[in-house]
Nanobody
Framework: QVQLVESGGGLVQPGGSLRLSCTAS????????MGWYRQAPGKQRELAAR???????NYADSVRGRFTISRDNAKNTVYLQMNSLKPEDTAVYYC???????????WGQGTQVTVSS
C-alpha cells in the first residue's frame, strides 16, 4: 500500500501564501508523476498542478503564475507553493501519485485551503 500524507493547508487572507507538502510512503514501485487536484464545494474536481519525475510541470490556467509545484524525488515529496491566493482558490486539495502517464493511482486524504478575509 502507498500512503500520501498532505500538510500545510489552513486559513489565509486573500493575497497571502501557503505551501502544501505531500509525502508518499509505503510500497512504492515507481513514480511517474505527482500532483495536486482540488475540489471546491459544488464544483468539479480539477487538476491544479502536476509534476513528473523528470521535472515536467503543468498548471491549470487559473493558477498559472501564482502556484509553483516542485518535488524532491529522494524524499518522495511534492510541494505546492501558492502565492497571491484568491477566494476562488478555496478548496480541498488532494495530493496524487501516478505510476504511469495519465494515471492517478493513489490519493491523499485532502487538506483544506480556505482563502477568506
Amino acid at each position: 500500500q502507498v500512503q500520501l500524507v498532505e500538510s500545510g493547508g489552513g486559513l489565509v487572507q486573500p493575497g497571502g501564501s501557503l505551501r502544501l507538502s505531500c509525502t508518499a510512503s509505503g510500497s512504492i514501485s515507481s513514480i511517474y508523476a505527482m500532483g495536486w487536484y482540488r475540489q471546491a464545494p459544488g464544483k468539479q474536481r480539477e487538476l491544479a498542478a502536476r509534476i513528473t519525475s523528470y521535472g515536467t510541470t503543468n498548471y491549470a490556467d487559473s493558477v498559472r503564475g501564482r502556484f509553483t509545484i516542485s518535488r524532491d524525488n529522494a524524499k518522495n515529496t511534492v510541494y505546492l507553493q501558492m502565492n497571491s491566493l484568491k477566494p476562488e482558490d478555496t478548496a480541498v486539495y488532494y495530493c496524487t501519485l501516478g505510476v504511469r502517464p495519465f494515471s492517478n493511482d493513489y490519493w491523499g486524504q485532502g487538506t483544506q485551503v480556505t482563502v477568506s478575509s
